[in-house]
């Protein structure tokens, strides 16, 4: 096999084993060569639930050769097919997502440098085509690569190896595998292209998977020194509630931009080169023109396009003084005694018992005015055009109020009347983050 083993050396490796061929000479691979590679091995497995005792089997089956070959192991099970129903998603989706949440959970638990998958050359060109056939671009012909989900590095050792290079190396070592039997079902669009559009397109041009594998990582290429520029140029900001692309001319930096957020802060796959445009031509709208795509919204104001969840629940208000920790606008509001570092919007300090005990937490409302920190009285309203608050933000912030006095816009600033002072007591703090 054309391993890429140097990626993994000097490193705790966690690998996805499902029990197929691929992962199986992956997890042999490295527990075969550990000593050399100075590698530390360990495995994760999820049953998606979706070929029930199937999916069981193959499970039980990844535990049992873990613990005879003295591999480490957590497991993980979902059921994906009412994830997907609950969440609007297809079964595939549902269940992408759910295996990098399990991805993060392991590399936790074992303390792993990296998450390693079995995705191979064969993988490579199924995405690659797919991507293309729904007009995601030039990013989408990148392909499969390494990738980081969260604080985790998600490494794919195998990516230069064809599936029968994998299949000689398992019948060479004798290594046992578990089939599974969704591979042949054509009604997966990843499966249709395998087993048809792939398969047809390697017998009229032979090694075209290759071909496909050498064109992607030339796109790959290109993909890293646009983001690079992005970047270096500070065209993306994020301000936890949405992500901001300032407004940019040259269209090819910007729709690099535009792919850019919605794959790395919104995890949408679906997107489509449509999409793109459209986002770069509402950079010509007039101020508060908005476009939804895909569960998002974007809005332009005076610096660029924000985007952010184009469904945003409203919430009753709550008593400052029975409430801790919630989810409130789309947002992750915390009451605590200490500040959280990693917080995107700013973390207010303020005098616990200059609160009184009506106040609530609530979003805006008409005639809600604000006595700024150092002082001088405005509409709320005025203060958000004051302190440039996107008009797609305004609606989510939780404000601590009584009546129509706003103690504290949460996220942003205190009003002077909560302010630390000599006298205080007791201190807390106004957490305020966006729902990873």
Known sequence: MKINSAICANKKICVAVSGGVDSMSLLHFLKANAENLGVSVCALNCDHKIRGTASYRDSAFVKLWCRDNGIPVICFSEDCIARAKDRGQSVETAAREWRRECYVKAAEYFGADAVATAHHLNDNAETVLFNIARGAGVSGAAGIGDSTEGQVKILRPLIGCTRAEIEAYAEANGLPYAEDKTNSNNNYTRNYIRHNVLHALENAVPHAAESIFRFSRL????????????????????????????????????????????????????????????????????????????????????????????????????????????????????IAEQAKADSEFNTLKLDLDSIPDNAVIRTRRDGDRFIKFGGGEKSLGDFFTDRKIPVCLRDMLPLIATDNKILAVCGVEISDTVKISETTLRTAYINLSSVK
């Open 219 to 334: 796109a790959r290429d290109d993909e890293e020194y646009f983001n690079k520029l992005i970047y270096r140029q500070g065209l993306i900001k994020n301000y936890g509630y949405g992500v901001e692309i300032k407004f940019c001319n040259e269209k090819a930096v910007f729709r690099r931009a535009a792919v850019a957020v919605i794959k790395e802060y919104f995890l949408k796959k679906d997107y489509t080169c449509a999409h793109v445009e459209k986002l770069y031509d509402l950079q010509f709208c007039d101020n508060g023109k908005k476009f939804e795509f895909l569960g998002l919204k974007a809005v332009k104001n005076q610096n660029g396009i924000i985007i952010g969840q184009a469904c945003v629940k409203s919430f009753s208000p709550i008593l400052f003084k029975d409430f801790k920790t919630g989810i409130l606008g789309g947002l992750l509001l915390e």
